[in-house]
């Protein structure tokens, strides 16, 4: 009986690679990931040093936390604690930098931002959109403020994906593994679709 069984899973597992091979072309595996999740992944990198580059500010940028988090139709929408330190404020005087240190400042900001899928670099780019400033702290002052928003503001930043861990079935003496490949990647209201293409071989 239990031989029966084994024998007839196996066939059954052949059967679907089979098809998977014919199609693997056109089909698309969708995974869905609950915006619950996604917050409680990106909660879990944090506090998270933003790679920001300016001519005029200077100093560490670093995300302590992340709020409000919600996705829409292509867009992530949350609140940002941005502190920053080590700032100074960078300009040229008869071709000399001159840098004047202004301290350390923390602010809030609310932000809109989108997302883009690059396939062939396996990047996905979140470009994020401020939408008001509420500067914190006794050293803030709107100045800084606005200067450390200018680093975010409309600018994208990728985020590189590590590849996904393979399905591995042994049948007999046949190993099958199954690779994915994410092909896209979607935000929609409370999850991110993420799509992906198998990748099969036997040996």
Do not use: W
């Amino acid at each position: 009986m239990m031989r029966k069984l084994c024998l007839a899973l196996a066939f059954l597992l052949f059967t679907f690679i089979g098809s998977l091979q014919k199609a693997a072309a056109e089909d698309v595996i969708t995974l869905t990931l609950p915006e619950s999740v996604i917050a409680k992944a990106v909660i879990a990198i944090l506090p998270l040093r933003i790679d920001a580059h300016s001519k005029s500010l200077k100093g560490d940028i670093i995300i302590r936390s992340i709020t409000d988090f919600q996705l829409s139709n292509n867009q992530l929408a949350c609140r940002l604690h941005l502190a920053g330190s080590n700032l100074g404020f960078v300009t040229e005087i008869a071709g000399h930098e001159i840098k004047l240190k202004v301290g350390a400042v923390e602010i809030e900001v609310q932000t809109n931002a989108t997302l883009r899928y690059d396939a062939a670099q396996q990047i996905l780019f979140v470009k994020p959109v401020v939408k008001n400033l509420s500067p914190g702290g006794k050293d803030a002052n709107a100045d800084i403020g606005q200067a450390l928003v200018a680093l975010l503001n409309g600018k994208e930043f990728p985020v590189t994906l590590q590849n996904l861990d393979p399905i591995i079935a042994k049948s007999g003496a046949k190993i099958i593994t199954i690779n994915t490949r994410i092909t896209d990647i979607k935000a929609q209201p409370e999850a991110l679709r993420l799509s992906l293409v198998p990748i099969i071989s036997a040996k």
